[in-house]
């Protein structure tokens, strides 16, 4: 049987269509005679997540995305192809995570090995969704944007009060102040170069000193060695038995013993003591008023005078 051309075209045509049919599907990530399991997640937000983007387990590429529908409800339907006969449970969770900076969103596949239950084609996974670098970073920026604008808002406000505080007098007063502490620095540039030529002068009289003081620590320092050297320890010693024998003494004198505590502790012995004081004085006054009383020198044997009582006696019995 022979074909005709019109066969033979419309053939080459369906062939044709098949063909680019299937180069189509297979550049989006479709491959049209792949008997994989195909399963699905709901999310929230894909924040992302393309067609033909990676689906990992454990860091190994097991599949990939086919396709991302928006559904009624505005929620997105992502169709996930897996090429694995490792078994994947169906209480799984399928996270869209960020795998760098440039390499884009893709799904991790966070199996439950406790549960026995596994996929199969038309099954739907748990939902997670990790944020990205850029999403963690612009939430770790976002309260550093906030304290940064309170502070800008503070700065504004500071700002404002200076310039109110600033007004035409107060300018005046502090450039009429700045010309003053210009002043004064002047003047303490002249003192100090004051300083440095009188320094300078007696740069000799000071080295002197310096010397002499030098000399008089050393001096100090042996004056130092020496009472070090002295043995003051055993002169604290002596000391201390000396107060000792003369707190002894005077515990002594109070009790009464010894001639003088006797003397501060016996009433007839004051009294006998002051008596014979007294008789002493009345003779030596005695022998100043009549000395001839006691002292008789006569070449011719005079008779001695009969004794009379001064007249000035200036003791009192």
Request: glycine share 6%; hydrophobic share 40%.
């Amino acid at each position: 049987m022979k074909l005709t051309r019109e066969i033979k075209t419309a053939v080459l045509v369906i062939v044709s269509i098949l063909l680019f049919i299937w180069g189509y599907n297979f550049l989006k990530g479709k491959d049209l005679f792949n008997s994989s399991t195909r399963v699905y997640v709901v999310y929230d937000n894909v924040a992302g997540l393309v067609d033909s983007a990676p689906v990992t387990l454990n860091g190994l590429a097991i599949g990939k995305v086919n396709s991302i529908n928006i559904q009624p409800d505005g929620k997105l339907l992502v169709e996930m192809q897996i090429n694995t006969d490792f078994p994947i449970s169906k209480s799984s969770i399928a996270e869209i995570y960020d795998s760098g900076l440039v390499g884009g969103r893709q799904i991790a596949i966070k199996p439950n090995f406790q549960d026995k239950d596994y996929i199969k084609t038309g099954d739907y996974l748990k939902a997670s969704s990790k944020l990205g670098i850029t999403d963690a970073l612009a939430q770790q920026l976002e309260p550093l944007q906030y304290k940064v604008q309170k502070l800008l808002d503070n700065a504004d406000a500071m700002v404002s009060n200076i310039n109110d505080v600033l007004d035409a007098g107060t300018k005046q007063n502090l450039k009429h102040s700045i010309a003053e502490l210009n002043k004064t620095l002047s003047e303490f540039s002249g003192a100090s170069k004051n300083i440095n030529e009188l320094l300078s002068e007696n740069k000799a009289k000071i080295s002197a000193t310096m010397t002499n003081l030098d000399k008089t620590s050393a001096n100090f320092s042996k004056m130092s060695d020496s009472l070090a050297n002295a043995n003051l320890g055993q002169t604290v010693k002596n000391l201390e038995k000396t107060l000792a024998s003369v707190d002894k003494i005077m515990a002594d004198i109070e009790k009464g013993n010894g001639t003088i505590g006797k003397l501060m502790k016996d009433d007839a012995m004051y009294t006998n003591f002051t008596k014979t004081s007294k008789e002493l004085e009345l003779l030596l006054q005695d022998l100043r008023l009549n000395p001839t009383r006691y002292v008789n020198v006569s070449l011719f044997g005079k008779k001695n005078k009969p004794y009379v009582a001064p007249v000035n006696d200036t003791i009192k019995k």
